[in-house]
C-alpha cells in the first residue's frame, strides 16, 4: 500500500509545475483527477496523448508531457458551462485535494475558488501554484522560470566570478520552487487536517520557492 492510496486531487493546472506537482502525489498513491478542457490545452490532453503514441511522436516535449501524466485518470469539463461546473462540484465533495495553476483571479471568475469549494467541502485543501503569489504588485504578471529565479536570488548565484550569470539548462523554478514545494505544502496540509479537522488554501508562489 502506497502512502497517500485514498487520497483524491483533482489537478486543474495545465503548464510543468502544476502537472509535476500532481504526478509525485500520484507517485505516492494518490487518486490525481486531471480536469482538462474538452478539446485539450496544448497538446496535455488525454485524447492527445493517446494520438501521438499511435503515431509514435517521441519528441522531448511531447515525451515530458506525457511522463508528466503518469498514474493519473482524466475528465474533460468545460469550467464556464453551469452543467460542467456542477459535475466538477460533485467531485469536489469527496476530493482531498485541489491544485490550480492560472493567473490570480481565474478560479474565482470560473466560480471554482476556495471559498466555494470550502463551502462544498470544509475539508479540502487547496492550492493555487503561480509565480509571484495571488496578491502584491507582480500578482497579475506573466513570467517564465528565468525571471522566477532571477527575482528569487537563484539566478545571481549560477556562473562564474566576474561574469554574468549562465542560463540553466533546466527549470529550477518550475520543478523544484514550483511542484515540489507544492507537493511539500500539500502533504503538510493534509497532516494539518488531521488535527483540526478542516483543510486550508496554500498559495504558493514560485519566487517564494526559489
Known amino acids: 500500500m502506497l502512502a497517500l492510496e485514498g487520497i483524491r486531487v483533482l489537478d486543474l493546472s495545465r503548464l510543468a509545475p502544476g502537472p509535476y506537482c500532481s504526478m509525485l502525489l500520484a507517485d505516492l498513491g494518490a487518486d490525481v483527477v486531471l480536469v482538462e478542457e474538452p478539446a485539450g490545452a496544448g497538446g496535455r490532453s ?3 496523448a493517446a494520438r501521438r503514441l499511435l503515431e509514435r511522436d517521441v519528441s522531448e516535449r511531447a515525451m515530458a508531457f506525457d511522463a508528466l501524466r503518469r498514474n493519473k485518470r482524466s ?8 452543467a460542467a461546473r ?5 467531485l469536489a465533495e469527496t476530493a482531498d485535494v485541489v491544485l490550480e495553476g492560472f493567473r490570480p483571479g481565474v478560479m474565482k ?3 471554482v475558488d476556495y471559498d466555494t469549494l470550502s463551502g462544498i467541502n470544509h475539508r479540502i485543501v487547496y492550492c493555487s501554484l503561480s509565480g509571484y503569489g495571488q496578491d502584491g504588485p507582480y500578482a497579475g504578471l506573466v513570467g517564465h522560470d528565468i525571471n522566477y529565479i532571477a527575482i528569487g536570488g537563484a539566478l545571481g548565484m549560477i556562473g562564474w566570478p566576474d561574469t554574468p550569470p549562465a542560463i540553466p539548462m533546466n527549470i529550477i523554478a518550475d520543478f523544484a520552487g514550483g511542484g515540489l514545494y507544492a507537493a511539500f505544502a500539500i502533504l503538510a496540509a493534509i497532516v494539518a487536517r488531521e488535527r483540526t479537522g478542516n483543510g486550508q488554501y496554500i498559495d504558493m508562489a514560485m519566487t517564494d520557492g526559489v
Open 75 to 82: 475528465i474533460a469539463l468545460d469550467l464556464k458551462n453551469e
Open 46 to 48: 488525454a485524447e492527445q
Open 109 to 111: 471568475r470560473l466560480g
Open 86 to 90: 456542477q459535475v466538477f462540484y460533485r
